[in-house]
Antibody, heavy 127, light 107 residues
Framework: EVQLVESGGGLVQPGGSLRLSCAASGFTFSSYSMNWVRQAPGKGLEWVSYISSGSSAKYYADSVKGRFTISRDNAKDSLYLQMNSLRVEDTAVYYC????????????????????WGKGTTVTVSS | DIQMTQSPSSLSASVGDRVTITCRASQSISNSLNWYQQKPGKAPKLLIYAASSLQSGVPSSFSGSGSGTDFTLTISSLQPEDFATYYCQQSYSTPYTFGQGTKLEIK
């Protein structure tokens, strides 16, 4: 079964740090790019970060740039999100999501989507 | 950044109804548009990718259309399990922005 399981969430004070993990199973993790997406309480979805399969490309939302670092260990089938200088507004459920792709031969281009999601881990930033 | 705007924000409908949700991008995104369904306390689920391709295992009552800046998600005949929140998302360029969501409620 294809599965993603997040862990590492918890309660942290403003200015603190937390490291989230996402364990992958049931597919060849090293072949897929991955994303982190978060959802604040009662709010919509917000893309946070992306990492390519070999870690050569990393992208971040402006809201977390310079504070969060995405990484992966393909030998351990694991994705990570190091979160520093946490703010109250970082409070959310954090999901890891696999990037799927579809090649449209007629247009000679790829389309990307998030096809496998974990159940999420909750991060609460509060004093 | 590309802004994604969904309408309506909420919608009341009955079992068996046909419903349409729209999503507009602030600039052309070709067909790089995905639709997700989310139920309370659950992770999002991919329904439609590349604007109109049905994800494996998703009922054929769901369909997507559009290109460029204007897109639609249509549910042809609502089932009880379809009442949820729906999000569009562009994958044309980072940041991969989502629409604000459309909450579909039972009338």
């Amino acid at each position: 079964e294809v599965q993603l399981v997040e862990s590492g969430g918890g309660l942290v004070q403003p200015g603190g740090s937390l490291r989230l993990s996402c364990a992958a199973s049931g597919f060849t993790f090293s072949s897929y790019s991955m994303n982190w997406v978060r959802q604040a309480p009662g709010k919509g979805l917000e893309w946070v970060s992306y990492i390519s399969s070999g870690s050569s490309a990393k992208y971040y939302a402006d809201s977390v740039k310079g504070r969060f670092t995405i990484s992966r260990d393909n030998a351990k089938d694991s994705l990570y999100l190091q979160m520093n200088s946490l703010r109250v507004e970082d409070t959310a459920v954090y999901y890891c999501a696999r990037r799927g792709s579809y090649y449209e031969s007629s247009g000679s281009r790829y389309y990307y989507y998030m096809d496998v999601w974990g159940k999420g881990t909750t991060v609460t930033v509060s004093s | 950044d590309i802004q994604m705007t969904q309408s309506p924000s909420s919608l009341s409908a009955s079992v068996g109804d046909r419903v349409t949700i729209t999503c507009r991008a602030s600039q052309s995104i070709s067909n790089s548009l995905n639709w997700y369904q989310q139920k309370p306390g659950k992770a999002p689920k991919l329904l439609i990718y590349a604007a109109s391709s049905l994800q494996s295992g998703v009922p054929s009552s769901f369909s997507g259309s559009g290109s460029g800046t204007d897109f639609t998600l249509t549910i042809s005949s609502l089932q009880p399990e379809d009442f949820a929140t729906y999000y569009c998302q562009q994958s044309y360029s980072t940041p991969y922005t989502f629409g604000q969501g459309t909450k579909l409620e039972i009338k």
